[in-house]
Structure formats: C-alpha cells, structure tokens
C-alpha cells in the first residue's frame, strides 16, 4: 500500500486554511496499490443570539454571620422576584453560588508609622449570593438590568450570548466542512493522477465562538435603560476526513 503523506503537507501549505492531520493508531484497511489521504477542514455559520446568559447577585455584611445572611436573603428575594415580575422563567433563574466568609479587622498604625503585629480579629461577616441568569427576551436585557440594580443588586456580570437551539446552525457548519474537504480531496487527487474512491472516515470537532466586540450591534432601548450589543455568534466545526485514492 502506497502513502500520501509528505508531497501533501507542502501542497497544504500553499493555502490558508487547509491543514493535514496525523493518523494516530492503526491505518484503516484500503484496497491493495490505493493511497490514503487525510485531509482537515473548517465550518463556520454565524447566528444573531437569542439568549443571553448573566450573573446577578448581592454581597451584604454584618457583625454576625446570622445577621449578614438575614440582610441578604432579604435583599436576594427582591432580586429573584424583580427578575420574575421582568418575565424571567423560574427555570431560568438557578443559584450560582452561595458564600459565607468573615471580615478581619485591618492592622492599627502605629505613631511612629510601624503596623502593630498581632492575629487579626473577625469583625463581622459578608455573604455573597448569586444567580445564574438566562434571558431569552435580548431586546428587554437593559431594563432587567436596571430593574434588578433598583431592586438590590450590587454585582452583576456578564453578559454571553448564545443560541437557545444551535443544532440547525451546526449542521450548516458541519455541511460547509464536509464540502470543503471533499473539494481538497478532488484537489489532491487531480495533482497526483489519483481519484477519490470513498470515505473511510470522518471525526468532528469545534463548537461556540464568543462574539466579537467589532461585530456589536446597538439594540434600540429606553434612554434611561443600559444599552445592549448583541452582535453575532460563531459556531465552528472542524472536520478530519480520510478518503481512498486509487489510479
């Protein structure tokens, strides 16, 4: 059985994207005197998100760890039921992370400048509560915002879009690689005198690309509301293919 390989790795190297990968393990049965060929290629779709996923949460403190969780669960139950009253699903809404942690006294200064070296004493208490959020209305996120920061909360972070459903998108990525590697493989095989016979393998990678503060969109909001940039959303695949080339 003849290899393909080496005349192949410079070939790729004339273009931009295509890029041959090592067959680990053994190589797969093909008929006696035909050559396997590996070849590499990239799918991409871009969707305009309709989810966005964000973090919402309130840090409190007090002198005791009952108190400073007292003053945040209250706080916590404005922020939940501001989200709900925004239309916000119960399913969407699940606690992200929940802390409690005491508060040290800071080192006393010295007259003549020097820190007083002695164990630092507990003070107090902070707790930290928060959730994880998805929104599926893109266009009210501003106003939750505003909405959840009237309402108490006093850390928010995020946002990331995404897809709700990638599955269609994905498939179109998936078809734009495949055809890529398909014409590389005809591209090949006319340089070596060769035709492709079959398939004998395909494996997939890839997945989500964090949209690009350059392709930001401004989304119409109230003046008083934070402004949103949704943008786009990059869903890649890679694709490895081995194909059977024969005289």
Known sequence: MKRFALPLIAAAAAFAQPALAQQAGPVPAIEAGHTLLTVSADGKTERAPDLVVFNAGVTTQGKTAA?????????????????????????DIQTSN????????????????????????????????SVSVRQRQLGDYGKVIDTLVTAGANQVNGPSFSLDKPDAALDAARTEAIGKARARADLYARAAGLKVVRIVSISEGGGYTPPSPVMYRMVAQDSAAAPVAAGEVSLNVNVTVQFELAP
């Open 98 to 129: 929940l802390s409690i942690n005491p508060v040290y006294s800071e080192p006393r200064r010295l007259p003549d400048g020097s820190t007083e070296q002695r164990a630092p004493e507990i003070v107090g208490y902070q707790v930290n509560n």
């Open 67 to 91: 108190e400073a969780l007292s003053a945040n669960s209250a706080a916590m139950n404005r922020v939940i039921a501001s989200l709900k009253r925004a239309g916000v699903a119960d399913r």
